[in-house]
DNA sequence: CTTCTAAAGGAACTTCAGTTCCGTTAATGT
DNA sequence: ACATTAACGGAACTGAAGTTCCTTTAGAAG
């Protein structure tokens, strides 16, 4: 009686099915973060993952589906934010956090692929976004801890220090190709906690 | 006597050699803007630059080629920058041209692919980061200005205080996907220059 | 104007990403 | 445990992106 009219992995989600998922994922990021978007091939991608490549496929379609279903899964795990006490020191540990995700070895390129991928597909954008906009949430609690112990004026938008923290660290990954380095993860903390106290973020 | 060694093009630049250029890289820029980068045929682009595509195959070979010479020759053109005798009015009208930029039909999703490019693509990425470099320096002076009326202090880093400028539009533009408007181009302007002017970019 | 050859162009060919077909395996409900 | 069928997997097929080969056009130099 069932409609079998969902795409494929919905009517029967558990064991074999999961399993592939976990290892198409996998295989999926390696070749994202090693040959970026463009380079993957979807039947190399069955391969590693020791799956037929009718599966992958039927399943995700496209190298942007796969991206779109990889954003999914990385947004359910999260991030422990960081509780120092104050403002700059939050901005700093957080800094430091992206900083250490944009210049590692596998998650650096890895993130610079699924960027990409939602340049140019709106689904895998729908994906990120989502995705941005949960780490974004999580983190916020820094400002509004801030906002409690009156370091900075009343209204401001805590997502919107967030942003305005990490912007300069994406921009110089994306765009400038400026070095990525600490001084340039703590110059992005006190120059946000700065331009925070002046209320530069109230809305 | 002629070596003939270097890449088509390079030898007899003139005539049909520049036409060919520059109509394919209209095309492609075309091409580029509405399909994005992986949506690119280059059969096509040769078809619609009225050109063979054996010429475009040979004198760029790639897509990613295509985009290092597209930055290149985007490099050449000069943007004036405004100079409205204060630090908060040159910033606030350079975050409104990116915003122009970047929310324009045309050349927002072009941006997008070009950046994207260069997201998998080591010889897009030099042609990007170049190209940036050079419009950071041309806004640079901005920020001279500001340090010459006493405005911020000394020791600032003008390219850094361009840099965190536009950070915050290209960080929703390619990341976040927050709504891109004049209230976020205003917000960019005034903290920047409220860090700026708290010495947070000082080297 | 003539020569030389760099660069463009056309068409056939090759290769491989992506699809289709159908048989096999195993997840779910009773 | 059994039946049902969702989901997987192997292999042959297809089409178009990209390459090769050779001919034609036209830019640069004398």
Redesign the pocket.
Same mark, same amino acid.
């Given at each position: 009686?069932?409609? !079998?009219t969902?795409a *494929? #992995? =919905? !009517? /029967? *989600?558990? #064991?074999? =099915?999961a399993r %592939?998922?976990e290892a198409v994922l996998r295989a999926a990021g390696d070749a994202l973060a090693d040959k970026g978007i463009g380079g993957v091939?979807? !039947?190399?991608v069955a391969r590693r993952a020791? %799956?037929?490549? =009718? =599966?992958v496929?039927? /399943?995700w379609?496209?190298v942007h589906g796969l991206v779109a279903d990889m954003l999914a899964e990385m947004a359910e795990s999260s991030l422990p934010r960081a509780a120092t006490g104050a403002l700059d020191g939050d901005l700093a540990a957080l800094a430091a956090l992206i900083l250490k995700t944009l210049t590692d070895d596998r998650q650096g390129p890895l993130f610079k692929a699924l960027i990409a991928a939602a340049a140019s597909d709106p689904e895998a954008a729908a994906a990120l976004h989502r995705f941005y906009r949960l780490r974004i949430d999580e983190w916020s609690p820094c400002v509004t801890d801030a906002l409690a112990r009156k370091e900075i004026p009343a209204g401001t938008d805590p997502a919107e220090v967030i942003r305005a923290l990490s912007a300069p660290l994406y921009y110089r990954f994306l765009v400038s190709g400026d070095p990525l380095d600490p001084d340039t993860a703590k110059r992005a903390a006190s120059a946000t906690a700065a331009a925070a106290r002046s209320g530069a973020y109230v809305v």
């Open positions: 009686m069932n409609q !079998a969902g *494929p #992995g =919905t !009517a /029967r *989600p558990g #064991g074999r =099915t %592939v998922r091939d979807l !039947a190399e020791g %799956v037929g490549k =009718t =599966t496929y039927r /399943r379609g496209t």
